[in-house]
């Protein structure tokens, strides 16, 4: 089993069903999780950008979001890690997947915004891309 796991959270409908398969699959290995939420930036004049696409959240209600997660982890008796980071644009994907290599886990949970195969292909899915690069196994969660 998997005992150690990276989770990729954000703001999606999706991510309370992240956290409870995380949660789910460290307590049947005795594991310990990270948990990863990227605040993805633009460079200005570069990288076009629609409404929506970014947020406008702080690092401080993004860093209380993931103290909130870590703690639910912690008193289900799973020792947990928080961490927020910033991220360009189309580049969470490799910081996931960098992310999992420095942590050594052995599979990274994350959801999908349930984007078709059309607004994936226009957008760019994270997860999609996740499942490409990585090199160990990829739970997503809808």
């Known amino acids: 089993m998997y005992d150690k796991l990276l989770v990729a959270v954000d703001h999606s409908e999706s991510t309370g069903r992240v956290i409870d398969a995380a949660r789910e699959l460290a307590l049947l290995a005795n594991g ?8 993805e930036r633009s460079v200005p004049g570069k990288v076009p950008i ?34 927020v980071r910033h991220a360009l644009f189309g580049y969470a994907a490799r910081e ?4 999992a290599k420095d942590h ?5 949970v994350m959801g999908s915004r349930g984007h078709g195969d059309l607004a994936g292909l226009v957008l760019g899915s994270t997860a999609h891309k996740v499942i490409h690069l990585a090199d160990r196994p990829v739970l997503v969660v809808r």
């Open 96 to 99: 996931i997947v960098a992310d």
């Open 50 to 83: 629609g409404p929506g696409l970014t947020s406008d959240e702080t690092i401080r209600d993004a860093q209380a979001a993931v103290d909130t997660i870590v703690g639910e982890l912690a008193r289900a008796g799973i020792k947990a890690h928080g961490e």
């Open 104 to 108: 050594d886990v052995g599979a990274i």
């Open 32 to 39: 310990e999780v990270w948990v990863l939420h990227l605040q």
